[in-house]
């Protein structure tokens, strides 16, 4: 139980810029980037391209130039925009790895300091706290009940002691005590480097929205593929030549089937992923951005999400009387005022020095205030001693710490033992929660009954309590933190943040529950629940779900342990909701990994905590989960958008083909012109949708069921009438110029395409205020729009496409034709737009 006191002084900063040069980072070597050469190979082995290749060969070898130069046209853009969004994903995943990079606390010529683990190097010396993760291999100097969880080498759930002189290895967690140690192998020669290039032979799994829409492909594909031989045989029926409606029928399902889905989701959770990150929430792992829209309930840690995280001790109690202190944050100066004559609290302020780990710092030139150096609980008391008048730096060197029992969890104390001025014997300092200090069994002399009173109304009012008992030890005696003397109560608040009642009423709009989990006592948590507004009578404790409460029966949650934690969590999941969990701490992390999203604090917050999470605040600000669960809703809205444009375009195709020549329309389009209409439609603006703002209705609407289908909520049935409304202007379209003797088929041809991007422009989202004129919508439609009808106008392209020149008032009756089915889809949108929600 001993502790070395002595502060090694660790290398010096020129002998540490001279071990990184010659050992190098402490990384592990990155797997190598794909090739664009793998890359192309493996968007070409995609279904729906290798049968354009199939159609490639077959026009070649039928020496048809014109389907063959528009088919491999269609798979060079198929390709390059399949590269491009690849090697965009990765480059915004890859910006985002580096703002999740880890850090340590080594020593540096006497100072303790926190550096990227990349800096880190053999023989620093890495000081270790509850919930770090291990940066390198060490060999430990000092530890004080220090535990490790090896399970990401050894897969050995049971943490592992550790005592001085054993190893701890890179990449392991220290889930209890405290310790230092020296680096002996850095980046590849550590343990974890010994299993990295197992980890990097891993690929990245699909999310579970991109394997939907995989298999949701795979049956658009049968079905057009049915529906493509239906036109081929109807073809082959009125005497069409084979290989023509061959060609045919491969062109008219690849336009039918959106193949580049797969990758247009890909970029859009990539991109979601780092718009995410602009606002504030780094997201660590890429299905969280889709289960973000179907969140239902937010279980927040009160301290540090919903309050400040800065922690003032405000007031004071001994048996002599209360006091008040004054002051900003945790800056030394203010003031302790007694309310009466009474003496100053000397020896309340010195134990609260004493039984304490951590140390402020002061402002400096990257920093306006000043800060905290370990627990924010500590740092408030060590602030509090100044302000009576007390230094703690000069106390703790009259009174050197010799042994300690550390804080946790479950003890709700800390007991530290110090070495008496004259050396005869110890003066033995514990604090912790009232219920543990102020039970006989551990303080037997003081005004008990008085001070659990006092004790309970500061924390009806709202306060954090801690309750302060010290003993004098004689030489040779055995360390007991029992049988202690009562010193005081101090009480701590954090003030609720300003914009928590905000974030509260924004939940509640959106249809997601809030649940506030404390580990303070009950009336701390309800009066922290009222001024957030979250007001309930009913608060589970730690002591209830003991008993056989339901972990989900209640919004508001006290001293609750880390275990019940999970329990609460798994409560929740089973009622049938889609749980996020906010934590900061070691204890944290089973119930984050257990919950649907891991929320985890990125100032404040543990290593352990920010490596079981899936989303990190990098602002510590719960309205920043708002915010997320906003983008997630944009983001699968969106995808569900394409899919209407999408599958409806191809559809329409699909009818036009299949009705046409019932209709007496022979060849409705050809080949070349299925496949031109369906790269400009399928293109840009596909690739445009994802892009769209969130509806500013999507926060005031319930969050989407988990088991919902992708095309459920009735989006098939509009994909059905939308689709067939395309495909009824362009044959009225068709058979209006037959009857007037105009070119029918270049008529089908600009009608179809047109009504396409005419969806396109009736899907989109309203515009936000402040947003500017133009979107990326605008810009690929009007782009999309040109490319339409300029083969109509250029002759090279209109015998490419096997075109016809339209009269100026053929062109405008093809428009009039071309806007219907936008009109019709605009109207309906603004109609349910308007209905209140």
Not at 300 to 315: I, P, S, Y
Not at 621 to 628: E, I, M, N
Request: hydrophobic residues 50%; glycine residues 10%; charged residues 20%.
């Amino acid at each position: 139980m001993t502790t070395d006191l002595s502060m090694p002084q660790g290398l010096t900063d020129i002998e540490a810029a001279r071990a990184l040069a010659g050992h190098g980072p402490n990384t592990i070597a990155a797997p190598k980037p794909v090739p664009v050469r793998s890359r192309v190979v493996m968007q070409l082995r995609d279904p729906m391209i290798l049968l354009l290749i199939a159609a490639a060969g077959l026009t070649a070898s039928l020496h048809d130039l014109t389907d063959l130069t528009v088919i491999l046209a269609v798979i060079v853009l198929n390709t390059t925009v399949g590269v491009v969004q690849e090697l965009r994903a990765e480059r915004a995943l890859a910006a985002l790895h580096l703002l999740a990079a880890p850090h340590a606390s080594v020593v540096r010529s006497g100072r303790t300091v926190v550096i990227p683990a990349a800096e880190v190097v053999p023989g620093d010396l890495v000081v270790l706290d509850a919930g770090d993760i291990v940066s390198a291999d060490l060999t430990l100097s000092t530890t004080v009940r220090l535990q490790a969880d090896e399970s990401a080498l050894t897969g050995e759930s049971v943490p592992v002691e550790k005592n001085r002189d054993d190893e701890a290895f890179a990449g392991t967690v220290i889930t209890r005590g405290r310790g230092s140690g020296t680096v002996s192998r850095t980046g590849p020669d550590s343990a974890l480097g010994r299993i990295a290039g197992l980890l990097a032979k891993q690929q990245p799994r699909p999310t579970p929205l991109q394997n939907r829409l995989t298999a949701l492909s795979r049956i658009l594909s049968l079905i057009a593929l049915f529906l493509s031989g239906l036109v081929a045989t109807a073809g082959l029926l009125r005497g069409l030549p084979p290989a023509d409606m061959v060609v045919t029928a491969v062109s008219l399902t690849v336009a039918a089937v959106p193949e580049s889905l797969p990758a247009v989701v890909t970029l859009a959770l990539a991109i979601g992923a780092h718009r995410m990150a602009r606002r504030s929430a780094l997201v660590r792992r890429l299905p969280a951005v889709e289960t973000l829209g179907s969140v239902t309930m937010v279980a927040a840690d009160k301290t540090g999400t919903l309050t400040e995280g800065v922690m003032l001790a405000e007031r004071l109690w001994t048996e002599e009387g209360d006091f008040v202190a004054s002051g900003n944050g945790y800056a030394p100066e203010g003031t302790l005022s007694p309310l009466g004559e009474l003496r100053s609290p000397a020896r309340l302020l010195r134990a609260i020095s004493l039984c304490n780990d951590a140390d402020l710092r002061a402002p400096a030139a990257d920093q306006a205030d000043w800060l905290p150096l370990g627990d924010p609980t500590e740092a408030a008391l060590l602030t509090l001693a100044h302000r009576g008048g007390i230094d703690p730096t000069a106390v703790r060197k009259v009174y050197p710490r010799v042994a300690e029992i550390p804080f946790d969890s479950t003890r709700k104390r800390m007991t530290t033992f110090h070495r008496l001025p004259d050396g005869a014997g110890e003066l033995a300092v514990g604090k912790g929660a009232p219920e543990v200090i102020l039970d006989p069994a551990v303080t037997t002399y003081g005004a008990l009954a008085a001070a659990r009173a006092v004790a309970a109304d500061l924390t009806a009012d709202g306060y954090r309590v801690l309750a302060v008992a010290d003993r004098i030890l004689p030489p040779g005696s055995e360390r007991s933190e029992n049988g202690l003397h009562l010193a005081g109560l101090v009480a701590i608040t954090d003030p609720v943040r300003h914009n928590a009642a905000e974030v509260t009423d924004s939940f509640g709009r959106a249809g997601v529950g809030l649940l506030l989990i404390t580990g303070d006592a009950a009336g701390t948590a309800q009066a922290v629940a009222g001024r957030i507004g979250l007001h309930t009578d009913q608060v589970v404790t730690g002591a209830d779900i003991d008993a056989g409460a339901d972990p989900a029966g209640g919004r508001v949650y006290a001293r609750i342990r880390p275990e019940q934690k999970l329990d609460i969590v798994r409560a929740w999941q089973d009622a049938g909701h889609v749980v996020a969990m906010t934590g900061d701490g070691v204890n944290d992390a089973p119930a984050l990994r257990r919950a649907d999203i891991g929320v985890a604090m990125g100032k404040e917050g543990t290593d352990v905590a920010r490596q079981a999470a899936d989303l990190i605040l990098t602002d510590d600000d719960l309205g920043t989960v708002s915010a997320a669960i906003e983008e997630g809703r944009r983001i699968y809205a969106n995808v569900r958008t394409f899919l209407r444009y999408a599958l409806s375009g191809g559809l329409a195709e699909v009818l036009v083909m299949l009705i046409g020549p019932l209709l007496g329309l022979t060849t409705p389009l050809v080949p070349a012109q299925i496949l031109w209409i369906n790269m400009l439609t399928h293109g840009l603006p596909g690739v445009a949708i994802g892009a769209e703002p969130a509806d500013p209705r999507a926060m005031r609407r319930g969050p989407r069921s988990p088991d919902e289908q992708v095309l459920g909520a009735g989006l098939w049935q509009r994909v059905a009438w939308t689709g067939t409304l395309i495909a009824a202007v362009t044959l009225a379209g068709a058979l209006w110029a037959r009857s007037v003797g105009a070119p029918w088929q270049a008529m089908t041809y600009l009608v179809l395409g047109l009504a396409q991007l005419g969806v396109a422009i009736a899907l989109r989202r309203p515009r936000p205020s402040g947003e500017p004129r133009l979107r990326f919508l605008d810009i690929a439609v009007a782009g999309a729009l040109v490319a339409q009808v300029v083969p109509l106008l250029l002759p090279p392209l209109r015998d490419l496409l096997s075109l016809q020149v339209l009269t100026l008032p053929q062109f405008v009756v093809a428009v009039a034709f071309a806007v219907l089915p936008g009109l019709v889809v605009g109207l309906l949108r603004l109609r349910h737009r308007r209905r209140p929600t």
